[in-house]
């Protein structure tokens, strides 16, 4: 029933489960008596931008988005509320990429700076904090 989805996905999102708590909540999302609470869908979802699990919160945010245009259990959820929800989600993927590509960057010229180094041609090796 509803009580003990909301306790098991609760309880993953506790233990960092990201797994298993979105697998609770699609398996719940499929039947119709149990409506997983709100909050719930939110924890989950930041779980899952935590875990850059993109393709699981964008799920996440289909699931709610089914649920309050179902009219069950949304609570009073509006699609500005899912808007945001999705603005989120995207906003952080954008945000872990160009951060990993910033790192990368970063990497690929220490690189070639110690290849210089070692080679003996002009280098700014000992520019960087490593």
Same mark, same amino acid.
């Given at each position: 029933?509803?009580?003990?989805?909301? !306790?098991? @996905?609760?309880?993953?999102? $506790?233990?960092?489960?990201?797994?298993?708590? @979105? =697998?609770?909540?699609?398996? +719940?999302?499929?039947?119709?008596? =149990?409506?997983? $609470?709100? +909050?719930?869908?939110?924890?989950?979802?930041?779980?899952?931008? +935590?875990?850059?699990?993109?393709?699981? $919160?964008?799920?996440? @945010?289909?699931?709610?988005?089914?649920?309050?245009? !179902?009219?069950?259990?949304?609570?009073?959820?509006?699609?500005?509320?899912?808007?945001?929800?999705?603005?989120? &989600?995207?906003? !952080?993927?954008?945000? !872990?990429?160009?951060?990993?590509?910033?790192?990368?960057?970063?990497?690929?010229?220490?690189?070639?700076?110690?290849?210089?180094?070692? &080679?003996?041609?002009?280098?700014?090796?000992?520019?960087?904090?490593?």
């Amino acid at each position: 029933d509803s009580v003990t989805y909301n !306790s098991l @996905v609760r309880a993953c999102c $506790a233990e960092k489960d990201t797994k298993n708590a @979105v =697998i609770f909540i699609k398996r +719940a999302s499929k039947i119709q008596k =149990i409506q997983i $609470a709100p +909050a719930l869908y939110d924890v989950t979802i930041k779980l899952c931008v +935590a875990d850059e699990k993109y393709h699981w $919160a964008e799920s996440m @945010v289909r699931c709610l988005s089914e649920v309050v245009v !179902s009219g069950g259990g949304g609570g009073n959820l509006k699609e500005e509320d899912l808007e945001l929800r999705r603005q989120f &989600v995207q906003l !952080s993927k954008e945000e !872990s990429s160009r951060s990993k590509k910033k790192r990368a960057s970063k990497n690929e010229s220490v690189a070639i700076e110690r290849v210089k180094f070692w &080679v003996g041609l002009p280098n700014n090796y000992y520019d960087y904090d490593e």
